[in-house]
C-alpha cells in the first residue's frame, strides 16, 4: 500500500489494572511523587529567581550552597523556625485549617499524572503513576476547585481587610479561568477518546505510517492537531495559577500580600509550598495533555532505549521545566493586568474562542468518522463555509454614530432626571481676597514701568 499505518508497541498498562499491585509497591510511588514535586518546589524557587536576575541584569542568589543552589532550602527552614504569629480577630480554627486545604489538593492532583511507562519493580509490572482512574483529568479539575477553598478561608479568617478582598478575588479568578481551562480540554477527550491521563498519553504514541516502501514518524502530540486548546489552556493555566501578570489575588500595590497578609511562619510556607505545586502540576497535565506525557522528543523516538524503562521520566522532566521557565518568563517581562481586563479576557475572549473551536473539532471529527469518502467530505466543508460567508454578507453592520449623537449620548443627566450636580462649563473662578489686596497695594505706576520694561515680541 501507499500509505498505512503501523502500530508501535504498547507500554500502557490499561486503566483498570491500577490497584491490583502490592501494597509496598503504592507505598514507594507514593513517597517518590512526594519527594518529587519538594525537591521540584526547591528547585523551581531558585531556577525562577536565578532566570530572573539573568534577564534583568543583575546577580541572583550566590550565597547559600554552591552559587547559592541552596538558597530555597535554606529559606524553608527559615520560615518553618519563625516566629508564628496569630492576629487576634481571626476565627482560629479556619485560620489553621485555611493551609491545610491548600496545599494538600496540590499534592493530590499529581497523583494521576503519568511520569513514564510501564517498568518493572522486583517483579512486578506497574506504571510510574500513583494512580489512573477512568475521569482522570475530572479529579485534576476537582482538586484545583477544592484549593481555591484555602485561599478564601484563609482572606475570611484573618480578620483583615486586604486579605479578605484578595481571597474574594482569588475565587472569581479561578472560577472565570477553570471555565476556559475545561472548554480546552473537550477536544482533547473527543480526539483521545478518553479521560483517563494515562489513556490520552497512549493516544499521542508516536505512530508510523508507510510511504513508497520507508517506515516515517507521524507526530501525534495534540500540541499540533489541537492548536487552540492549547494556547487556551496556557494562558488559563497561568491564570489559575495566580501567577504574574494575573497575580491579582496578591497585588502587592494595593493589597500588600492579599489573602496571606496575616500570616507568618509554617502557615505562610504552606501556601508558598502549594503556589509552586500548583505550577508544576498544570505544567505536568499540559505536557500530558498536549505534549505526549513521556513520549520522547522528536528524533529519540527511533530508539526503543528512549522510550521504555525508566528513561522516559527524563522526557517529562525536561517538558515540564520547560513549562516552568514560560512561567519565569511571563513573570519577569509582563507587567500585572488591570482587574477588568483581565476578567474581560476571561468571559469575552477564551471561553467563546473555546466554545467555537470546540464545534469546529467536534464538526471535523463527525466527518472523519461518519463521512468515509474524501469528496463527500469536501463537499460538506465547502457548502458550511458558503453559509458563514453568507451570513456574514448578510449580517446587518452597526450603523456609524455621527457627531451629534455621541455628544448627545455623552452630555450630562439633568439633577431632575437623576443625574449629579455639575458646575457650567463657562465658569470663571473669581480672584481671592489677597490677589486683590496684592493687586491694589502695587502702584499703577510699576505696573507701567514694567510694561515699558518688556521687549517689544512684534
Not at 518529587?36 to 531556577?47: A, E, G, M, Q, Y
Not at 476571561?346 to 469546529?360: D, H, M, T
Not at 456574514?392 to 456609524?400: A, D, I, M
Amino acid at each position: 500500500m501507499l500509505f498505512s499505518l503501523i502500530k508501535t508497541d504498547d507500554t500502557q498498562l490499561p486503566v483498570t489494572s491500577f490497584g491490583h499491585e502490592p501494597f509496598w509497591v503504592t507505598i514507594i510511588k507514593a513517597l517518590f511523587v512526594f519527594v518529587l514535586l519538594v525537591v521540584l518546589t526547591l528547585f523551581t524557587i531558585v531556577f525562577e529567581r536565578k532566570v530572573v536576575s539573568w534577564m534583568q541584569q543583575r546577580t541572583g542568589p550566590n550565597r547559600v550552597g554552591p552559587r547559592g543552589y541552596l538558597q530555597s532550602l535554606a529559606d524553608g527552614l527559615k520560615l518553618a523556625l519563625k516566629e508564628e504569629i496569630i492576629p487576634a480577630l481571626a476565627d482560629k480554627p479556619v485560620y489553621i485549617l485555611a493551609p491545610i486545604v491548600s496545599a494538600v489538593p496540590a499534592f493530590l492532583a499529581f497523583s494521576v499524572i503519568p511520569i513514564g511507562p510501564k517498568v518493572s519493580i522486583a517483579g512486578h509490572d506497574t506504571a510510574v503513576q500513583l494512580t489512573d482512574m477512568p475521569i482522570g483529568v475530572l479529579f485534576i479539575l476537582a482538586c484545583s476547585s477544592v484549593g481555591v477553598f484555602g485561599i478564601v478561608l484563609a482572606g475570611w479568617s484573618s480578620g483583615s481587610t486586604y486579605p479578605l478582598l484578595g481571597g474574594l478575588r482569588s475565587a472569581a479568578q479561578v472560577i472565570s479561568y477553570e471555565v476556559a481551562m475545561g472548554l480546552s480540554f473537550v477536544p482533547v477527550f473527543l480526539y483521545a477518546g478518553s479521560l483517563s491521563t494515562s489513556e490520552i498519553v497512549a493516544a499521542q504514541h508516536t505512530a508510523h505510517f508507510t510511504l513508497f516502501g520507508q517506515t516515517l514518524p507521524r507526530p501525534g502530540w495534540f500540541v499540533f492537531t489541537l492548536p487552540i486548546s492549547f494556547i487556551v489552556y496556557v494562558i488559563a493555566m497561568v491564570g489559575e495559577t495566580n501567577r504574574a501578570p494575573f497575580d491579582l489575588a496578591e497585588a502587592e500595590s494595593e493589597l500588600v500580600g492579599g489573602f496571606h497578609t496575616e500570616y507568618t511562619s509554617l502557615k505562610f510556607a504552606m501556601f508558598f509550598l502549594a503556589e509552586y505545586i500548583n505550577v508544576i502540576t498544570v505544567s505536568a497535565l499540559c505536557t500530558t495533555l498536549f505534549l505526549g506525557g513521556w513520549m520522547p522528543i522528536w528524533p529519540f523516538g527511533h530508539w526503543d532505549w528512549s522510550s521504555t524503562g525508566y528513561f522516559p521520566i527524563v522526557w517529562f522532566l525536561i517538558k515540564v521545566v520547560g513549562f516552568i521557565f514560560v512561567f519565569i518568563w511571563l513573570r519577569g517581562t509582563l507587567p500585572r493586568m488591570r482587574y477588568d481586563q483581565f476578567m474581560k479576557l476571561g468571559w469575552k475572549v477564551l471561553i467563546p474562542v473555546s466554545l467555537v473551536w470546540l464545534l469546529l473539532v467536534a464538526a471535523i471529527r463527525t466527518l472523519t468518522n461518519e463521512v468515509p469518502e474524501t469528496r463527500d467530505r469536501l463537499t460538506y466543508i465547502g457548502f458550511a463555509m458558503a453559509v458563514f460567508f453568507l451570513l456574514f454578507y448578510l449580517w446587518p453592520q452597526k450603523k456609524v454614530k455621527t457627531e451629534d449623537e455621541i455628544a448627545a449620548e455623552n452630555a450630562p443627566i439633568p439633577v431632575e432626571r437623576g443625574g449629579f450636580p455639575l458646575p457650567p462649563m463657562d465658569l470663571v473662578v473669581p480672584p481671592t481676597p489677597r490677589s486683590l489686596q496684592v493687586t491694589a497695594s502695587v502702584p499703577s505706576d510699576v505696573h507701567s514701568d514694567v510694561r515699558s520694561e518688556e521687549p517689544d515680541r512684534g
